[in-house]
Nanobody, 125 residues
Framework: QVQLVESGGGLVQAGVSLRLSCATS????????MGWFRQAPGKEREFVAA????????DYADSVKGRFTISRDNAKNMVYLQMNSLKPEDTAVYYC??????????????????WGQGTQVTVSS
């Protein structure tokens, strides 16, 4: 079992940066490949970024590639999402998720086993 708690969301203007954090507890976070997903009002949840257990492999949605960076600090049991050049279309609730042990990296939300409660990011134009 692992518990996930996101933080760092807020209301910002377009063009600025924001860093989301995901604190993991329970089983050692390095056991899990991790991902960030988001869900905007009236839309389905979508993949944002994923990172392997060691942090050596990352993957991004095309819509955030070049602007967002996922990283992790396994010593601190933390996963981060650095979001630069934010756009109004980035407005959503952002969720941190952990894939089942043994997963190398995963972009499909249905394959994730554990989810945080989400943190709201609102980008004004």
């Amino acid at each position: 079992q692992v518990q996930l708690v996101e933080s760092g969301g807020g209301l910002v203007q377009a063009g600025v940066s924001l860093r989301l954090s995901c604190a993991t507890s329970g089983r050692t976070s390095s056991s899990y490949a991790m991902g960030w997903f988001r869900q905007a009002p009236g839309k389905e949840r979508e993949f944002v970024a994923a990172i392997s257990r060691s942090g050596g492999i990352t993957d991004y949605a095309d819509s955030v590639k070049g602007r967002f960076t996922i990283s992790r600090d396994n010593a601190k049991n933390m996963v981060y999402l650095q979001m630069n050049s934010l756009k109004p279309e980035d407005t959503a609730v952002y969720y941190c998720a952990a894939a089942p042990p043994g997963t190398t990296i995963e972009t499909l939300g249905v394959r994730y086993a554990y989810w945080g409660q989400g943190t709201q990011v609102t980008v004004s134009s």
